[in-house]
């Protein structure tokens, strides 16, 4: 179990950066197990979002503004993007967005390599993809 001291450091960790990424595979529909945990450390009512009662429709002001955040995602089969057959039990990248939306992060790129335990053909196909993306995002969020 984390010290008083270590879940200080990684919550000051957290808010204080301005641009920022995390990778995560996808167990079972959703995150792992630790990612959670520290997700848990991040999420403090009145340092990184407060309650709007008078706001029945968003509930949640986000303390945490002006970030920008890179989630890097891997799925061991496909169909999990927006539109796609399995979209509906993509609780991933949805979850991630949702609780970084909370604490007022709204800039938020996700990139996603699908496919990782099928053929390595659709996994090459997938990684490409992922490496065009990360590129891109290199040559309009980190210049």
């Excluded at 090459?124 to 290199?138: E, F, G, H, V």
Aim: aromatic letters at 10%.
């Amino acid at each position: 179990m984390p010290t008083p001291a270590k879940k200080s450091n990684c919550f000051s960790n957290f808010v204080q950066f301005i641009r920022g990424g995390y990778s995560s595979p996808m167990y079972n529909w959703s995150i792992p197990s630790t990612l959670k945990a520290y997700i848990d450390q991040i999420l403090r009512v009145n340092e990184t979002f407060k309650p709007d009662r008078a706001n029945i429709q968003h509930p949640y002001v986000g303390l945490l503004e002006d970030k920008v955040l890179f989630l890097l995602l891997s799925r061991g089969s496909q169909g999990y993007e927006k539109g796609e057959y399995n979209e509906r039990i993509n609780f991933q990248s949805t979850y991630l967005k949702m609780v970084f939306n909370v604490i007022g992060i709204s800039n938020i790129h996700v990139i996603s390599v699908n496919g990782t335990s099928l053929d390595p053909e659709n996994l090459k196909i997938s990684m490409d993809t992922a490496q065009q993306n990360i590129r891109a995002l290199i040559d309009t969020e980190l210049v």
